[in-house]
């Protein structure tokens, strides 16, 4: 924990519009406008929870985040360096700094492969030459989240559900990134397998200090995981404070709502 808090990511007044083609005699639908003036910053340490319901924006701002879209207006300055102006190579450079995960992660991932291997290749990624070192970070990674020996050694078509996420957990720490995005971690697992993943990445959040930016439609589980909270709708923010305060004395009706259904939903699970 001796690193200073230094701001890992900010995002200033960011504005991104999806134009439709021109239909029929020059006629064109409305403009659609998923991000307008969405500004926020975050330090080492600290996690952010982004909510909001279908249609608010959240992917959008996530792919604007991670650089794989550039915004219309406005500036991500991620590690003191603004994302859209890197070339090629830096953005190589940044990858293991940046990391990303969702609860489809695993579907990217080679079924064939051990867990193993599966880590070893997302730490391969960052250019680390030491062949010991290397050994040691992805046997450390794997334990960090569970997986001992004897299941590090077996193909992920054979391994649990959760033993699936966490073996896409290890591969995303193993590079002992800056900032990890996530994105709708807990959608459409069981409730169980909720609640211990989300406890896993908490836990090593804490150890290895890192930042999170954690996407969510449920306002009660990113209250519960997150510092602070950033409420969208129609792609602007409409409230922003601690986790505590926007969960226990929200200021706007939309926080009101989605506070509503996330406790719903949950009394039902």
Known sequence: MGRSRDTVLRVDRVG????????????????????????FSIKDGESLGIVGAGGAGKSTLLRVLLGLEDPEV????FMGQEVATLTKAQRR?????????SCETIDFLSRRKTAYAIVAAALARTGLKD?????????E????????????????ATLSQIQCQKVALAATIVTRPRLVVVDELAYGM?????????????EIQDLLDMSLVM???NLSVAGSLCDHLLVLKAGEVVETG?????????SHSHTYQLLSQSRASEAFA
């Open 16 to 39: 991104q519009s999806f134009r439709p083609a021109i239909r029929g005699w020059f006629r064109a639908a409305p403009e659609l406008r998923p991000l307008n003036d969405v500004s």
């Open 74 to 77: 406005g500036h991500v300055t």
């Open 93 to 101: 450079r940044f990858g293991p700094n940046l990391r990303y995960l």
């Open 131 to 139: 062949k010991a070192l290397k050994q040691a970070r992805v046997i």
């Open 141 to 156: 990674a794997l334990r960090l989240v569970g997986i001992g020996h004897a299941d590090s050694e077996r193909r992920l």
């Open 190 to 202: 069981d409730v169980s397998v909720q609640a211990q993943m989300l406890n896993l990445l908490l």
């Open 215 to 217: 996407s969510s439609s």
């Open 242 to 250: 601690s986790a505590h305060q926007v969960t226990n004395q929200p």
